[in-house]
């Protein structure tokens, strides 16, 4: 089945991204599902529940992000690895893959119980909110383990092609943070500590099955050995070239979280925070489709790359940006016409459905950015196909900072729109931004191509 997944990369580029994609995709809604999930159950518990785990979306995003970086950093130096027919330094990449991952669970759990509670007052959280996101992100960050590993140990699977297995580890995952939501939240009566546990508990389970077919079944493309481990700087450096970028990534997505955050409180307070953080659960899972996409790319791309095949990799590219578009159009159509309904899932008691009208308006003008997001988002992963982080980070803060928290400090505070004004800069800041990036990535490309073209001539 590796080798098989190994073939797949090396060959038609668009058949790869397409045939990666699909797995990756229904992974990643899943995962996804996590936070709809829990906003469901824990809707059930008042508007503060809802604004306290909104609080925690920002250093949540961190956690995730830094997982999913070093995921990407992993999947970037083995593709690469694969694509030069290089299984020993692929396995060893793996390996240290692995030690990385250990290494930053432990760091990053105490830092983030540490600085918690400064940081949600900061994004204003206070009183009962405040208590509130405490409850939900205490457990959460004990067990940021389960996400490291998880998130990362998924990284090396799609290194090498094996998006399969990957979506089966997260089917598990959400099977059971589904059963074990409603159990912890209200049978147990823990609230919103619950959702955490119980997204704790599944992510364990999935990190499990994903070490067990790496580290014991072996049958993975990679051969992992911890035993015996000797530090190859060349090798960690590779993987974290990409991988810390790529967890800056979520960084600066956060930050620029943070600031929407305060933005949107200074205009509707807990009320506003509650609407755009119930709207956000429903675009951040319309947003999985196309991050699926992207990956696909960066894992095709990073085998074209390792092989200095820049048409296949100029294929791939142009083939993703395509395929988002057309799922980020259909998307959106989806989210504008079923707005209302959709808005309901998150607020149907008594108490929260005044959110309905603005959760509605969040997902009717912000959707409208998906179609376009997405040559941005196959442009941001491509960069990291080839190893280049730094122009992804680049790309993030010029979306997320430059132009998406300049538009809607413009639109929402400066020219007094309100919230509607954030919306409507959330969606202009990403339209302009990646078609910018889309423009800069076809550049690179045809960079590359002169670039090797004129080592073949060299060696001819």
């Known amino acids: 089945m590796s080798n098989e997944n190994v073939e797949l990369m090396r060959g038609d580029p668009s058949i790869a991204v397409r045939k990666l994609a699909i797995p990756i995709m229904i992974s990643m809604l899943l995962t996804a599902s996590y936070n709809i999930i829990d906003g469901i159950w824990v809707a059930g518990l008042g508007q503060a529940a809802i604004a306290g785990i909104g609080f925690v979306t920002p250093i949540f995003m961190i956690l995730n992000g830094v997982s999913v970086g070093l995921g990407n950093g992993a999947t970037s130096s083995i593709s690469r690895f694969v694509g030069a027919h290089n299984k020993e330094n692929a396995s060893r990449s793996a390996t240290h893959s692995l030690v990385i991952f250990t290494i930053a669970s432990v760091i990053l759990t105490i830092v983030l119980l540490f600085i918690q509670e400064p940081l949600l007052v900061a994004y204003g959280a206070s009183g009962t909110s405040l208590q509130e996101a405490l409850k939900y992100a205490t457990p959460l960050f004990l067990g940021l383990f389960a996400f490291m590993f998880s998130n990362g140990a998924s990284g090396i699977l799609r290194g090498e092609g094996d998006m399969k297995r990957a979506m089966y580890a997260v089917i598990v995952s959400v099977v059971l943070n589904t059963i074990l939501d409603p159990v912890f939240i209200y049978y147990l009566g823990l609230g919103s500590a619950g959702a955490s546990l119980a997204t704790i508990v ?21 051969d ?50 509650a609407a755009f953080t119930s709207g956000q659960r429903l675009y951040l899972f319309a947003i999985m489709p196309l991050t699926a996409i992207a990956s696909a790319v960066a894992a095709v791309v990073g085998s074209s790359y390792g092989a200095r095949d820049i048409q296949k990799l100029s294929v791939a590219h142009n083939y993703g940006v395509k395929f988002g578009i057309l799922f980020g159009t259909t998307v959106t159509v989806i989210l504008i016409v079923f707005a209302t309904p959709l808005a309901t899932l998150f607020a149907y008691t008594p108490e929260t459905s005044t959110l309905v009208p603005e959760i509605t308006r969040f997902l009717q003008i912000a959707s409208l950015a998906l179609p376009l997001t997405s040559a941005g988002m196959s442009s941001s992963f491509m960069y990291q196909g080839i190893g280049k982080g730094n122009i992804s980070l680049a790309w993030t803060i010029i979306r997320e900072v430059i132009f998406t928290v300049g538009f809607t400090y413009t639109f929402g505070i400066l020219f007094g729109w309100g919230l509607v004004g954030i919306w409507i800069g959330l969606a202009v800041g990403r339209i302009l931004s990646s078609l910018l990036n889309y423009t800069y990535a076809r550049y690179t490309i045809r960079k590359l191509r002169k670039t090797f073209d004129k080592k073949m001539d060299f060696q001819n």
């Not at 992992?224 to 993987?239: C, N």
């Not at 929407?260 to 307070?269: K, P, Q, T």
């Open 202 to 222: 599944s992510s364990t389970m999935s990190a499990f099955v994903i070490l067990y077919w790496i580290l014991i079944k072996k049958d993975t493309y990679v």
């Open 224 to 273: 992992v050995h911890l035993k015996g481990f000797e530090f190859d700087r060349s090798i960690t450096m590779d993987i974290l070239k990409v991988g810390i970028p790529s967890s800056m990534d979520m960084f600066v997505m956060s930050l620029a979280m943070s600031m929407y955050l305060i933005f949107i409180s200074s205009i509707g307070g807990e009320y506003a925070i």
